[in-house]
Nanobody
Framework: QVQLVESGGGLVQPGGSLRLSCAASGFSFSISGMNWYRQAPGKERELVATITAGAVTTYADSVKGRFTISRDNAKNTVYLQMNSLKPEDTAVYYC??????????WGQGTQVTVSS
């Protein structure tokens, strides 16, 4: 059974940093691409960052240069390092995976609030 469990969210001041983690199980993590999405109140869910099995990364324009996605295959975990946080980064952040057959898997989400 596929499980994605996020952690690391919280309240941070503007300009601060947080590192989110997504612990994965139930599939071959090392050969899977992984993604982070976010959803702010009243807005659609948006793709924030992607990392392929070969560790190639892509980012939304809104987070380029501030966020870094990475993976540790030994720990079956994908990370999202978020620096220089802005109030507009406030959202629930989700870990996401689509398998070879097109099945989508979401974590439960972790709240990130950027506020002074």
């Amino acid at each position: 059974q596929v499980q994605l469990v996020e952690s690391g969210g919280g309240l941070v001041q503007p300009g601060g940093s947080l590192r989110l983690s997504c612990a994965a199980s139930g599939f071959s993590f090392s050969i899977s691409g992984m993604n982070w999405y976010r959803q702010a109140p009243g807005k659609e869910r948006e793709l924030v960052a992607t990392i392929t099995a070969g560790a190639v990364t892509t980012y939304a324009d809104s987070v380029k240069g501030r966020f870094t996605i990475s993976r540790d295959n030994a720990k079956n975990t994908v990370y999202l390092q978020m620096n220089s946080l802005k109030p507009e980064d406030t959202a629930v952040y989700y870990c996401f995976r689509r398998d070879y057959y097109g099945h989508d898997y979401w974590g439960q989400g972790t709240q990130v609030t950027v506020s002074s």
